[in-house]
């Protein structure tokens, strides 16, 4: 019989480097995914009843797991469950959408600051890396995994401030304006001008320029707020 040990050194180092095994998602879990999806990209559209007889159907899964998920969104601020009425998928007004931009703004300008200053290399690389694979979406026109990078670039860098209050406040509101943001860039002047954006962050990461990246985000926010208020 093989010992533990012998099994241990068997593993190749490559492999002891993984942080952590990926994990299995529930069904539940993985209806939210798709449904995430359907909402940032206006399949579910805004203001719109969903039909769970017809939405469970087209998904192939049974009611339970279907509104264990529509809780969920609802818990993340995307869909409003109203008595009588169903699931709804959230509508938001100018005002909301300039409220929370401001307060993202803030959260990601504060958490710019930090990583300049307190992240190590490897976390910058990481989100480097993150910046490099969003423009290869850009540069295939791949707009739904370019907007899913872009989201985890902004979340990995607020992570990577080290502030668990910044994290849990920046998540929330990040959760609740996906489809909101997702149309920030609908069109090739605002999406070109959006990707130009992230290099200037890129730039300002590299040379660990807390005030130009913060300085740049800020803009970003800005110009995001004016590109969705034309379309809304």
Known sequence: MMSSSAVTES???????????????????????????????????????????????????????????????????????????????????????ADSMEVLKALEQLAARRVCALASDEGIARLLALHAAMRERYEARDRLPYFKLNQAFHTAMVALADNPPLLRMHEMLQAQMKRIRFIGHEGPEKWAAAMAEHEEMAEALRRRDGEALAGTIGRHHDNGVRRIRELM
């Open 11 to 97: 593993v190749p180092a490559s492999l002891e480097a993984i942080d952590s095994p990926i994990a299995r998602q529930t069904l539940h879990e993985q209806v939210a995914s798709r449904l995430r999806d359907m909402v940032t990209d206006g399949r579910l559209p805004t203001g719109q009843r969903i039909n769970e007889v017809a939405l469970g159907q087209a998904l192939g899964v049974s009611r339970t797991p279907l509104r264990e998920a529509l809780k969920t969104l609802a818990g993340e601020g995307l869909l409003e469950l109203i008595p009588a009425r169903g699931a709804i998928v959230r509508s938001f007004s100018a005002k909301d959408v």
